[in-house]
């Protein structure tokens, strides 16, 4: 019996990762959850899945959630420190890290140093403190098995491999809901264009992420750190079809590629099950062949937000956070409509063009730069809101 | 140092693989090799790599080939006996069967008693004899690895996986050089039409056999024995690009492929390399994305070959030597011109079904069955000829 605690499981990654649990309780059992805000759905999976512990953002939420289930001998916490005795309980073998954003960072690393393997779907964290994380988790003995769909395919594809063996990694990337789009029209994107993704159904964050490209430009990054590859072996080929979700490219000249239909249940399943695969029903095979893939590779020029991955690599330090922060915060604004689709990425760079970079070799500095490019996000931002 | 033995080392598969090793001098040195006819280029074949022992079909040819080379230190036998020595050689660590048809049988059998690994690229050892020779290398603890691109992609994608996990094996089709001809223009098809294959430079025999596409029945046989699947979880998809070359579906729903562009260089470098893999030169590199990859389900109306594949497994025992000798003898007829196009696969149909099974327990009865299905096949043959 494998003992899950979720971090972040009121989300679309901790909901689906519960679905699965579900479906195979001989083989895994829920220790602890931690959620933000949704008390209303966090209060239904406890009732489901009897964790021993749980931690909710807000103290207020976990004092009306402690009266509500006084029956449940359920340990009920909250804030930071709350998610962080969640990730380091010791029932646990597995955290499931997919909190969105920063939020995820502190209790991510608590997991690491507690000696839980880690099923990582909040790339955030690995973006803005990667050199961390893996020299903790290289430290303490434990894998960090992703969860992104790209990367549980280089994982899968890498899986064994020595990595003298390894040519280059190629990510693939849809292109999101405007690929065929003409430039001109991509000032007139809506927040509610920008959410109809043509292949994935993830949440709100990582769609206008898949829209803009930068969901891809923080995959360069997270594949970096997850498998100590040099950003110049690290390439992006378009696929509209979202059916190879990433390659690896050998030094004899194969290629392994993993390939599903787009759903997350797959690479959960598998993160949550690695070195073992679970049987997934009839939905998820490939009852007929593909059809049509097409490849080519993603021209700079026309996805700017490639470029920022690897320029924020090769400046290095707090660097990769600060886009990541300035990424989050265009976003947020961009959704509730004050700022315009294509000035996200033109907001991301005008922050890192400001920004003076530290080593980035302690997580306060490292918050401390997310602070910073949030204030000069929204300082540039409130000039571009009419 | 790694030991290797080449049967066929004249042949399309040997030559190659002679040309990778010539690239590696400090991995690899050639302990013997077993030719058949071409006495020139196996002569010169053993000045370049100097080999301990090699092998020669006939006896005037062994004779003539020892006072040509009478300076030189090498032993030189004759006949399946001497090839059968060359592939027991005690200082080779890799037999390569690379052999055409039954001529490899014994060989092969011979490096698998002597505890050699063994890299097959001769699939019609597995198709008649799979079962003994399976037996035989568990026996012997050897590993039998595919040269085949189709089972060396299944072979890396396998690579550790436990049975379990495995749904099904998909082999990739390129469909050969009349997948869009009409099929009453079949009837027409020349061996010069024929031996023009859109995908890959092969040997005569293998050519033709994709052109009817029982290559691929073969290969469902082949695949059968290597990986251990029962035949209802192999299936076919036409894939025209040749670039996809085999996949494997897992029960979670996750698809591992092997890709490249194609050229047997690539199996046979990882198949003589394994566990490891050579640096290939640059020219097997995807330099640039794969354009467009199609794929369908192959449609066993439109090519009964692949229906004789699951008929001679179920039927099992000496079924399926029987329909690879057929085979044999109406490729041979085709070529010289005295068998139409068509026709090939109504002759091993007829023999087949002509034939009583026997258990195929014994080499004997193999070779008796493969005996009385040439025998067999000429008669059948002689009554199409003009």
Known sequence: MKG?????????????????????????????????????????????????????????????LSKELKSESVEILWGEKGAEVVASHTKADLVVSAMVGV????????AIKSRKNVALANKEVLVMAGSILTLEAL?????????????????????????????????????????????????????????????????????????????????????????????????????????????????????????????????????ISYPDRLPMDGNYNMSRAFGELSFEDADRGKFPALSLAYDALEEGGTMPAVMNAANEMAVQHFLKGGLKFLNIITVVKQVMDLHKTLTGDSLDEILESDNWARRTAESIISGYEN
Request: net charge positive; aromatic share 6%; hydrophobic share 45%.
């Open 139 to 271: 430290k303490n003995g434990i894998s960090l098995i992703p969860v992104d769909s790209e990367h549980s395919a280089l994982f899968q594809a890498l899986r064994n491999s020595k990595k003298e063996f390894v040519k280059r990694l190629i990510l693939t990337a849809s292109g999101g809901p405007f690929l065929n789009l003409p430039k001109e029209k991509l000032a007139d994107v809506t927040p509610e264009m920008a959410l109809k993704h043509p292949t994935w159904h993830m949440g709100r964050k990582i769609t206008i992420d898949s829209a803009t490209l930068i969901n891809k430009a923080l995959e360069i990054i997270e594949a970096r750190w997850l498998f100590g590859i040099e950003p110049k072996y690290i390439s992006v080929w378009i696929h509209p079809q979202s059916i190879v979700h990433s390659m690896v490219e050998f030094i004899d000249g194969s290629i392994i590629a993993q390939m599903s239909i787009p759903d997350m249940r797959i690479p959960i399943s598998y993160a």
């Open 103 to 110: 939020s995820g960072l502190k209790p991510t690393l608590s």
């Open 4 to 64: 899950i605690s979720i971090l972040g499981s009121t989300g679309s990654i901790g909901k689906q990762t519960l679905d699965i649990i579900s479906r195979f309780p001989e083989r895994f059992c829920i220790v602890g959850l931690a959620a933000g805000k949704n008390i209303t759905l966090l209060k239904e999976q406890i009732l489901n899945f009897k964790p021993e512990i749980v931690s909710i953002k807000d103290k207020d939420d976990a004092i009306k």
